[in-house]
């Protein structure tokens, strides 16, 4: 019985979900490789039967899978938009869990990836904080975002509104500039059209992106420039 409400939810049969869920002996948060159905659900994008499952009680809808993945995570990996936008409306969701022990938090994987949907999803949620420091390096999202070359993420970010602590240093005291500046030293001089050559041209746009939404010194900024725009 448990297995056909997993395979039910995995298979998005709202009547059979709805039917099984009848049945007050079933154990809704059965696993079944590890996973719930609640997961499943959230996974595959089969949004009404995550609405059924988040109606019933008994489904707890933050347990985690083998591998200590939300529901919600599951959802954000996926790109299920719209099932996240249901998961967003419901505090009891949290969407603060880290895949690993460390980082890697939904919108820290969002701003290395350069995934900008799930990023305008979550700007105005107050759960989410763009200056929360994370892992090893005690960088915030932001950071990420700077130092992989996001540029698009960087300019969303700063062009929403969104309260950004440029100011922040991680552990081994660089701001969000210097680590796209550390980028910039560390390509060196590749070749016209090479990889690292473009790779350098996005470093000094993010560099200029957030200098002009800073106070930072301009001359300070175009001397860490080394390239002819």
Known sequence: MEKQLYSSCQNGDVSKVKQLLNNPQINVNYQVHGQTPFFIACHEGHIEVVKLLLNDERVDINKEDKDHWTPFFAAWDAENIEVLKLLLSDERVDVNKSKYDDCWTPI???CYSGILENITLVLNDKRFDINKVEGHFERTPFFIACWTGQIETVEYILASGSEVNLNIKDKEGNTAIDLARSRE?????????????????KDCKIIRIVWKKSKWDKDNIENSIRISW
């Open 108 to 110: 820290f994987i969002a």
């Open 185 to 201: 030293r560390d390509l060196g001089e590749g070749g016209k059209f090479s990889r690292k050559k473009r790779k350098l041209f």
